[in-house]
């Protein structure tokens, strides 16, 4: 076993956030077993587990991902179109991001095209799929936001474990769509590739709590809009 | 802050599995309240944060959840037409749930038929609710999956801190259909309840491990079908 410091289930809760600026070391087999094997604890529906967990550290196969990542959010998520100078400078290109003064949400979409950027050299990428004996496009409900309830859950522990070994995450790129990974990965039919997530130690930033909205503001007392102010955390 | 012990994360994942006997004894609201605070470090999408925290203790909506909840146990999931042999002489009646011999399986239906049965005596049951722009029957895959995406990590976040005080939970009813949660707590329209968590201490059973498939059976190597035996874990 690879020597780690214990991290209070709390403290990960609390320092688990999204990391996109990931170093290209390798990570050891034997962490990155205990992590998936961590993973698989998570709820599964009827203990089904219906789910496979592809490592990606194949360059060639690291390096299509990031391809096509690069070209979804370009065009999907629209940051094609926003300008140089909303985005603080920094532009899908191989030149590296500019430095300067950023918001909040500038910092966040930098990350963002930092990671696609440097995506295929992140050391692993994992894959967690999905199969299911439904079709994807028969009823919603179950089929997709259930099938979800049986692994992204699991994905929360993966990402978890791996902050105990100073491993950054972060959860990308929802719901596979088309053939793409079905034919990149050999998948059988009636797989869903979840969500991608690069595994990788820190290159920048550090594990820190992740900024939300007051706690009272999301939460409701026995009915939808009875709420109060949530105490001082402490943290 | 109430005291506790300090529990490792990984611990803690591999402890945390689906508790269905838990007792009727109140959670401090201060734990509730850290609970909540560590459930909404969980991944959201843009930090969106889309997401409503029902926390019930009322025993007139936990009642009336316990009814509709028997019910679709009965229909949807066919425990109504299982034999009294098969599940162990387990059923849902208010008479408990006979002792004896069972199976790994025949224990699972039991416990499901448990927490049927006491599902209005749990504490509290938290209904965690998205609300989105899109319909939900628009396009399975951005509004059921992707939706799933950024809700159930902070939903096994919550499992994991509750555990981190000794409270139990369990992932129940995956998906809302219908008008049943928005009458009963006032939800605003296009929201959704992805899930019911009752919480309590743990009335029998412990903090065990989950049992899954062998973890080498799941993990794929660069490509589906690509394993390998995983180490010995050593727990």
Chains 1, 2 share one sequence.
Do not use: C
């Amino acid at each position: 076993m690879p020597d780690r410091e214990p991290l209070d289930v709390l403290d990960a809760i609390h320092t688990t956030r999204a990391q996109r600026y990931l170093k290209p070391d390798p990570i050891p087999e034997d962490v990155l077993w205990q992590i998936l094997d961590a993973a698989i604890r998570g709820p599964t529906g009827g203990n089904q587990q219906g789910w496979g967990w592809v490592v990606i550290r194949d360059p060639a196969i690291k390096q299509q991902i990031a391809e096509v990542y690069s070209e979804r959010l370009l065009s999907a998520y629209g940051y094609g179109r926003v300008s140089d100078e909303e985005l603080g400078t920094a532009r899908i290109t191989r030149g590296g991001v500019a430095e300067g003064e950023v918001g909040i949400d500038q910092r966040n979409r930098r990350g963002v095209v930092h990671l696609a950027e440097y995506y295929a050299e992140v050391p692993v990428i994992v894959a967690p799929v999905m199969q299911t004996a439904a079709r994807m496009d028969d009823n919603t409900r179950r089929a997709g936001a259930g099938l979800g309830g049986s692994i992204y859950g699991a994905m929360q522990n993966l990402m978890l474990a791996a902050r105990a070994f100073g491993i950054g995450s972060v959860l990308t790129w929802t719901l596979d769509e088309g053939t793409f990974f079905r034919d990149l990965l050999g998948l059988p039919e009636n797989s869903f590739v979840m969500g991608l997530i690069p595994l990788g130690y820190l290159e920048r930033g550090r594990f820190s709590q992740a900024r939300r909205k007051p706690l009272g503001e999301v939460v409701h007392w026995d009915r939808w809009g009875e709420q109060r102010d949530a105490p001082e955390s402490g943290r």
